[in-house]
């Protein structure tokens, strides 16, 4: 006669393990640059063509993609009338 699946289940079983103390893990030390000090990332994926427009018209007008997108969110809120309002700056370029 066929063993049935409870039975084989039944002889397989290991006795209960005697539990491990759990060391907790030290947490991960990243190093970040200090123009992204309290800050947050904000992005999305778009159509290749459209980013290189974008990239282009920044540097057309002098400006770091990040400025232009800061410019973009502040009309964005002031269009829908959230009081909130971004900084337009960037870490990479020094201004004069």
Same mark, same amino acid.
């Given at each position: ?12 079983? #290991? ?16 190093? *970040?640059?200090? *123009? ?23 540097? *057309?007008?002098?400006?770091?993609? #990040? ?8 009309? $964005? ?11 337009? $700056? ?7």
């Amino acid at each position: 006669m066929r063993a049935s699946l409870k039975e084989i289940a039944g002889s397989m079983k #290991q006795p209960p393990a005697k539990p491990v103390a759990v060391v907790p893990a030290e947490p991960k030390t990243y190093r *970040t640059a200090q *123009t992204r000090a309290a800050t947050r990332q904000l992005s999305g994926h778009f159509p290749a063509e459209a980013v290189q427009a974008f990239r282009v018209l920044a540097a *057309t007008l002098d400006m770091d993609v #990040q400025e232009l997108l800061g410019e973009a969110i502040n009309m $964005t809120f002031e269009r829908h009338g959230v009081p909130n309002r971004l900084e337009i $700056t960037s870490g990479r370029r020094k201004r004069d």
